[in-house]
Nanobody
Framework: QVQLVESGGGLVQSGDSLKLACTAS????????IGWFRQAPGKEREFVAA????????YYKESMKEHFTISRDNTNRTVYLQTDSLKPEDAAVYYC?????????????????WGRGTQVTVSS
């Protein structure tokens, strides 16, 4: 089993930045991928970015590349999502998740474990 805990969300103003963190505990799956998703009220869950625990690949939704950056700290088993130039439309609950495979990292249905999410609110 894997436990994922998100942190770093909060209330910010338009144009501000936040660095979200996803810390994993429990069993380690070296071939797995950690993904970030977000969901706003009344909207579908949306892929943001993903990164494997090993290797150099990163995956982004195309529209997110400009002001979202994913990175990892293997020593602390933490994956970060740097969010810059936030806009009100970026407001959502941000979730991290882990998939045991390396296919379709943009597809929330392939993820096996989920955190509870961290709220990001952006005021205009």
């Amino acid at each position: 089993q894997v436990q994922l805990v998100e942190s770093g969300g909060g209330l910010v103003q338009s144009g501000d930045s936040l660095k979200l963190a996803c810390t994993a505990s429990g069993r380690t799956y070296s071939n797995s991928i950690i993904g970030w998703f977000r969901q706003a009220p009344g909207k579908e869950r949306e892929f943001v970015a993903a990164i494997p625990w090993t290797g150099t690949n990163t995956y982004y939704k195309e529209s997110m590349k400009e002001h979202f950056t994913i990175s990892r700290d293997n020593t602390n088993r933490t994956v970060y999502l740097q969010t810059d130039s936030l806009k009100p439309e970026d407001a959502a609950v941000y979730y991290c998740a882990l998939t045991l495979g390396r296919v379709r990292p943009y597809d929330w249905r392939v993820y096996n474990f989920w955190g509870r999410g961290t709220q990001v609110t952006v005021s205009s």
